[in-house]
């Protein structure tokens, strides 16, 4: 079992910055790959990017050169950091984690970009 635990969702206004924090505990030895999906109102949940633990990224092509996905090993914590933000990027953001044939979510955190 994986538990992740998200944090440093909030407002902003059109063109701000938030960084999203991601930790997690339990089986941590068995993840191979974390990521961030979001859900919009209405919407399918969609992947935003992910982070092999050997680091290789991958990227929606909506959020590139926009966000930056960071793993620190050492504290089991992925990172999003989340730059020029846009009104379309408001969404619940979920923390993901694959160990094994599973994956495991955390309880998502709001974000919400608007003037």
């Known amino acids: 079992q994986v538990q992740l635990v998200e944090s440093g969702g909030g407002s902003v206004q059109p063109g701000g910055s938030l960084r999203l924090s991601c930790t997690a505990s339990g089986s941590i030895s068995s993840i191979t790959l974390m990521g961030w999906y979001r859900q919009a109102p209405g919407k399918q949940r969609e992947l935003v990017a992910n982070i092999t633990t050997d680091h290789k990224r991958y990227y929606a092509e909506f959020v590139k050169d926009r966000f930056t996905i960071f793993l620190d090993s050492a504290k089991n914590t992925v990172y999003l950091h989340m730059f020029s933000l846009k009104p379309e990027d408001t969404a619940v953001y979920y923390c993901?984690?694959?160990?094994?044939?599973?994956?495991?979510w955390g309880q998502g955190t709001q974000v919400t970009v608007s003037s």
């Open positions: 993901s984690a694959r160990a094994g044939l599973f994956d495991y």
